[in-house]
């Protein structure tokens, strides 16, 4: 029983190495301490939960009853106010496991795996929402639930890949196998991000291009941009406040267990 | 080097390779990942006959004619082009609600010795524009638009047309 | 309102899928807080 990587402490003795992290090391290292992170975590709370709810409810009224209609979408152009943020969280969430998962296998943080663990059940119900509101779009719109373009296949890539990273990262008896797994998946499935962003220029697909570019002037009335922009907005704050708090149960889950083991060793 | 360095050179040069070898892959497989093939593309390289494939461009302005059988769901028939060369497109049964003239839509069918495509499904492909129904109508009245002849003009440019559209520039 | 049975079911869907989650996660936190709380406790009371 003592053999047991649950024993393994979560402390910022943990991360501690004869070797010199560097700079940028020590400032991760700063905030990798789950103890830190749960007292930073508790005081972020309500600024990330209040904006989340208030934002959220305020662009959905707004695309719902005060936007316009399209010209030639009609109503229906209002599904875009949860599809295209649920798009972007769900590329910005895999953004985030990518980012968790070159942490955890350079630098070895165990808050890094402990956030990839609950970032990705999160990404991957806001990918399935993406999927199944463009689905919803796209048979009154275009004439059918799905097609096999570039662009919806290649998110439908990515909820594979998030549905396996779910998995993995729960599938071993030792956590730190299954942690480096899942970081492994979550660094090489991040090929499918570019692929996501570009499919709509590179290849000819029946989805329409981005109408919001970086380069660009967005392609809409700006009574549309906007309940989009509060939308996003808002998804994303519930989006972090949602894994925030995952995260802190699971810092505290870990802490019970490490206390359970120990008094069993006593 | 410490190990951290080490691991982080392996992390990213694993990154790179791995990159590398999907832009390769996806190149190779480039003529397959495409949804639809523009009309210049199939003249050009005309398909096998009875191979099913799809057709994509714009319905041309004026091109659309319905026939009404009796005891038969509606046939219609219309022209996609792609701005080089025009396809004739045959198609019996319901389209999608945005079917229009001067929208871009994507046909799946077979070309026929004919020179016609014989569509058995028609989708619709709205672009990336969204406006509100009086925009496009004040548009459409300025005369700087006309929707059966493609796309409108850029965003930025719709308070210009709307507010003052006699002002011209 | 077109297409609303479209528009309904994409924003129900939406709606449900971030309750269900946030629900679920201060759940967690919840009986995560109790449950250490209890087992330190405990423990105090073993070490005492």
Known sequence: MSASPLAEPVSAQDHGSATNPGRIGSLLHRYANPGRFLRLSERLSPFLVWPAIVLSVAGMVWGLFLSPADWQQGDAVRIMYVHVPAAWL????????????????????????????????????????????????????????????????????????????????????DPSRGARAAAILAVAGAVDLPIIKFSVQWWNTLHQPDSITLTGAPTMSFSMLWPLLVCTLGFSFAFAAIVNTRLRAAILETRTRQLLLQGARE | MTRKTRRLWLVGGCMLGFGTATILTLQAFSTDIVFFMAPSQILAHPPAPNRTIRLGGMVVAGSLKETHEAGKPPSVSFLVTDGQDAIPVRFTGVLPDLFREGQSVVALGEMRPGGAFIASEVLAKHDETYMPKEVAEALRKSGRWDPRFGKPPSASSWDDMTVAPSRGS | MTHLPFIAGAYAATIGVFLILSVSAALRLRAAERRLHAVETRRERVRA
Not at chain 1, 135 to 154: I, Q
């Open chain 1, 90 to 173: 769900a590329s910005l969430g895999y953004a985030a496991l990518a980012v968790c998962g070159v942490l955890s296998l350079v630098w070895r943080h165990r808050l890094a795996d402990l956030a990839a663990a609950e970032i990705g059940p999160v990404g991957a119900s806001v990918t399935f929402l993406c999927l199944l509101s463009g689905s919803l779009w796209g048979r009154p719109m275009w004439g059918a639930w799905w097609v096999w373009d570039a662009r919806l296949t290649s998110v439908l890539v990515l909820f594979f890949l998030y549905l396996g990273h779910v998995a993995l990262i729960r599938a071993f008896d």
